[in-house]
C-alpha cells in the first residue's frame, strides 16, 4: 500500500471508530447488566489516541475487522485496563470474558454494518476533497 492509500485507511479507521463508539452498540447482546460498562468501554476507547492508532495499525485492509483482529484488539493493554476497571467497579456482578465477548461481536458486527463502514469513507471523502 502506497504512504497515501495508507494515510486514506488510517482516516477510515478512524471515522470508523467514532461511529463505532456512537452506532455499535446496536451489536450488543449480553445481559441489561452490561450494556453500561461495554459502551462506557467503547466510548473511552475512541477517545483515547494510543488506543486508536494501535487498533488502526492492526486492521488489515484487505480483512477488515475479524474474529482475529478482534481478539488482539480486546487484548490490548488499554483495552484490558477498561475492562478490569468495569468489573472492579461492578463488585463481581460482571465477568471479564462476557464484556470481552461483547466488545468482539461489536467490533466484527459494526465492521461488516455497510451503514458505518460508508460514513466512514464518506467523511475521508469530504476530507480529502
Do not use: C
Amino acid at each position: 500500500m502506497t504512504a497515501l492509500g495508507g494515510f486514506i485507511f488510517g482516516k477510515i479507521i478512524l471515522y470508523f471508530l467514532y461511529e463505532l463508539a456512537g452506532k455499535g452498540m446496536n451489536y450488543f447482546t449480553a445481559k441489561p447488566d452490561y450494556e453500561e460498562p461495554v459502551n462506557d468501554i467503547l466510548q473511552s476507547l475512541v477517545k483515547n489516541k494510543s488506543f486508536v492508532s494501535d487498533a488502526t495499525d492492526m486492521i488489515d485492509y484487505k480483512k477488515g475487522i475479524d474474529n482475529s483482529t478482534a481478539d488482539k484488539i480486546v487484548r490490548l493493554p488499554y483495552v484490558k485496563t477498561q475492562i478490569n476497571k468495569a468489573v472492579d467497579k461492578s463488585d463481581g456482578k460482571l465477568h471479564s470474558t462476557e464484556i470481552e465477548n461483547q466488545l468482539k461481536t461489536i467490533f466484527i458486527k459494526s465492521w461488516m454494518d455497510k451503514g458505518i463502514t460508508n460514513t466512514a469513507i464518506e467523511k475521508v471523502k469530504k476530507d480529502i476533497k
